[in-house]
């Protein structure tokens, strides 16, 4: 396991590192365009960040359409460092983030070929499968318990 460290904060203050996490994973890895990733949504956002010592490993955004549902965003791992919890961390960072926020239910569109590491968090599969940049995706959903 790796020591990584997951920090809270804004767009502002984590854009330069988040961005490369998200084009190494989307962009580069699964081929989503630049401008589908970078969707103007982020300053909306609380950022998490995930670091080993200071280079940039995870990340992930939490956004509430709904006051009472945070909407998960843009959870991405640099591939070294999948299977040494930082995804775990960053979920429980988020989770820990909304109820401080009054959230009592967590919603995300899971790639499929994750959907089982977000069952094990906790979240249940309430769609059918469905594209989005042309990646196979599924609705998930969790409450949260205050």
Same mark, same amino acid.
């Not at 775990?88 to 989770?95: D, G, H, I, N, S």
């Not at 899971?110 to 989005?132: C, I, K, N, R």
């Given at each position: 396991?790796?020591?990584?460290?997951?920090?809270?904060?804004?767009? =502002?203050?984590? +854009?330069?590192? +988040? *961005?490369?996490?998200?084009? +190494?994973? $989307?962009? =580069?890895?699964? @081929?989503?365009?630049?401008?589908?990733? #970078?969707? /103007?949504?982020?300053?909306?956002?609380?950022?998490?960040?995930?670091?080993? /010592?200071?280079?940039?490993?995870?990340?992930?955004?939490?956004?509430?359409?709904?006051?009472?549902?945070?909407?998960?965003?843009?959870?991405?791992?640099?591939?070294?460092?999948? @299977?040494? @919890?930082? @995804?775990?961390? #960053?979920?429980?960072?988020?989770?820990?983030?909304?109820?401080?926020?009054? +959230? *009592?239910?967590?919603?995300?569109?899971?790639?499929?070929?994750?959907?089982? $590491?977000?069952?094990? #968090?906790?979240?249940?599969?309430?769609?059918?499968? $469905?594209?989005?940049?042309?990646?196979?995706?599924?609705?998930?959903?969790?409450?949260?318990?205050?």
């Amino acid at each position: 396991m790796s020591d990584f460290d997951v920090d809270v904060g804004t767009w =502002e203050a984590f +854009a330069d590192a +988040a *961005t490369a996490v998200r084009k +190494a994973v $989307f962009v =580069e890895e699964q @081929g989503v365009s630049e401008a589908e990733e #970078l969707d /103007g949504n982020d300053s909306d956002a609380v950022q998490f960040l995930a670091r080993d /010592g200071e280079y940039p490993v995870g990340t992930a955004r939490l956004r509430f359409p709904d006051p009472s549902v945070g909407k998960v965003e843009r959870v991405a791992v640099r591939e070294p460092y999948r @299977g040494d @919890g930082v @995804g775990t961390a #960053l979920m429980r960072a988020v989770e820990d983030a909304a109820r401080d926020d009054g +959230a *009592t239910a967590l919603k995300l569109h899971a790639q499929t070929h994750v959907e089982p $590491f977000y069952e094990q #968090l906790g979240y249940e599969t309430v769609s059918d499968e $469905f594209e989005e940049a042309g990646i196979p995706h599924v609705k998930m959903r969790k409450r949260l318990n205050g």
